[in-house]
């Protein structure tokens, strides 16, 4: 059975609790292996630097710059290949304001955490950030959504790489989801 029926025989509650126990399971698994990975968890927690002026330039710029992207292809691109079979907005037209805001806060940490904070930093940038592409998995038979995927996720971990803060990149992940969430739930 495709994913996309999957989810259609599931109420909007239910959508939204799969999603959450999945972001936290994708949480608690990168904090576990994290343990393995690290001499220590320090080692781990230092890779978060409260470092305002790197957040603002490698994450909040870099997120708008997604974002805007990511509008570029909604205005160019005709719908049917950016369909993600409706997941996204189901989702985020059943959630609140608030919702919205936490629920891509904790994907942005939860992903962050798991993709740049333990696999890149043990694999290596490339192997990273192609596993948070195939992890995407219901992108894979849209190839523009899934191309659109793979060079976030490269930019991603290329700002990883240049800064080292989890921070940044959980900054620029969140705002991308939290806007474009924003936006689908608000747009008639």
Do not use: C
Request: aromatic share 16%.
């Amino acid at each position: 059975m495709k994913q996309s029926e999957i989810i259609k025989q599931l109420s909007d509650q239910e959508l939204k609790k799969s999603l959450l126990l999945t972001q936290l399971s994708i949480l608690i698994f990168s904090i576990t292996i994290s343990m393995f990975v690290f001499d220590q968890m320090t080692d781990w927690f230092l890779q978060i630097k409260w470092d305002l002026a790197e957040i603002f330039y490698y994450g909040v710029i870099p997120g708008i710059i997604i974002i805007l992207f990511d509008i570029i292809l909604f205005l160019v691109v005709p719908k049917r290949h950016l369909d993600d079979g409706g997941i996204n907005k189901r989702l985020f037209k059943s959630m609140s304001f608030i919702e919205i805001f936490l629920f891509t806060l904790l994907i942005a940490i939860a992903e962050e955490a798991l993709f740049r904070g333990v696999l890149q930093y043990t694999l290596g940038y490339v192997i990273a950030s192609i596993i948070f592409a195939l992890v995407h998995i219901r992108y894979l038979r849209k190839p523009i959504l899934f191309l659109s995927v793979v060079l976030v996720s490269f930019f991603l971990g290329y700002i990883y790489k240049l800064t080292g803060n989890l921070l940044t990149v959980i900054t620029a992940h969140f705002l991308v989801d939290f806007i474009l969430g924003l936006f689908i739930h608000y747009k008639r």
